[in-house]
């Protein structure tokens, strides 16, 4: 496997293992050489595009494969192609394989994780900076722009033709997690990737248009409703949105994740949060921070975790509870930086 040195040396040993692996998935007696591949819960575009973009290229092979996910893709996932195999039921069989992408322990995965414990072998394709391993073999770079990224060196290491289909997954994954090549993960491998996948046949303004221009009236009512309840103090901006608001729109969980980016683009913020209320004393924490400020570190003192530009957490607490608990944890985080800098 020739990769330029585009992943660490660890990644690239496991690299050539999870090749090894596939290949004698695909040789193996077909009918009775089963892989899972699934994601963490509530996907993402790269969550969603590795996974998709894997089970095209094994399928092309002849491998049998289920993708399982604990939840539904994202609606702007839904026009891939190859989103129809997702299913959430978990198959009666172990698995000889299992491919877990995008997930940084497999507690992120749900009730998938029964299915990957009981499975012959397990590979992790992942870019998270802070993982709980968990595989047999772990294809896991933190300079990775996306997990899609890692899903194309093994594709290529494997020999795998990049169809269409399997170029505008990986392009979704990229995309998405490089917030269209605004955030800091975008550097110049990121961009040569999106090249090969143009070259390949990705259907990019296609992606575009499912991403950005496909807003519904109710997310726009929900981010008005965020915007009422929008606290900024100390270069932290945070809303909190309450099972009411939710109600009261008629917009749905995953129709809040636009909520953030605007809190984040707001001028002098350096640190953003959406509090989602998902039970009576249980709130979903998205953050988003810019450059300089590693959210990842505020979702892991709250038990979370995610990236330096993007992380997240559950608190269990009543929902205005839980916005003064992560406030208090968000003026540490930023009191310990301004320390730092002076
Ligand atoms: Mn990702």
Redesign the pocket.
């Known amino acids: 496997v020739d990769l330029n040195g585009c992943l660490n040396p660890e990644a690239t040993r496991a690299l050539v293992q999870a090749v090894r692996m596939l290949e004698t998935a695909s040789l193996d007696d077909k009918s009775s050489s089963r892989v899972l591949l699934t994601t963490h819960v509530n996907p993402?575009g790269?969550?969603v595009g590795?996974t998709i973009a894997l089970a095209h290229a094994l399928r092309d092979r002849g491998t049998t494969v289920d993708v399982v996910l604990a939840d539904p893709p994202p609606v702007y996932c839904k026009f891939l192609p190859g989103v129809e195999w997702i299913t959430p039921c978990i198959p009666s069989m172990p698995p000889d394989l299992a491919i877990v992408c995008?997930a940084a322990g497999i507690d992120r995965i749900g009730p998938v994780d029964h299915a990957v414990k009981v499975a012959r072998q397990t590979i992790e394709i992942?870019?998270?900076g802070v993982a709980r391993p968990f595989g047999d073999v772990r294809v896991v770079d933190d300079n990775c722009a996306?997990?899609?990224e890692l899903v194309y060196y093994l594709l290529t290491a494997l020999k795998a033709p990049i169809t269409p289909a399997i170029a505008s997954s990986l392009m979704m994954?990229l995309v998405t997690?490089t917030g269209s090549f605004r955030f800091t993960n975008t550097n110049t491998r990121a961009f040569r990737l999106a090249a090969t996948l143009m070259e390949a046949g990705a259907d990019l303004s296609r992606i575009m248009d499912q991403v950005y221009d496909q807003k519904t009236v109710s997310s726009l009512r929900l981010l008005e409703r965020a915007i009422s309840h929008l606290r900024i103090a100390n270069s932290f901006a945070s809303a909190t949105l309450s099972r009411h608001d939710f109600q009261q729109t008629g917009a749905t969980q995953g129709e809040a994740e636009g909520v953030i980016g605007h809190l984040r683009s707001l001028k002098g913020v350096q640190v953003a949060a959406v509090l989602r209320e998902t039970g009576p004393a249980e709130a979903r924490v998205s953050l988003r921070g810019r450059p300089g400020y590693n959210v990842a570190e505020i979702a892991a003192l709250m038990g979370g975790g995610g990236?330096a530009a993007a992380a997240g957490c559950t608190i269990y607490l009543p929902l205005d509870e839980a916005e003064r608990r992560l406030r208090e944890t968000v003026y540490k985080f930023l009191d310990q930086i301004k320390k730092s800098v002076s």
């Open positions: 993402d790269d969550a590795s995008d992942d870019h998270h996306a997990t899609a994954g997690d990236h």
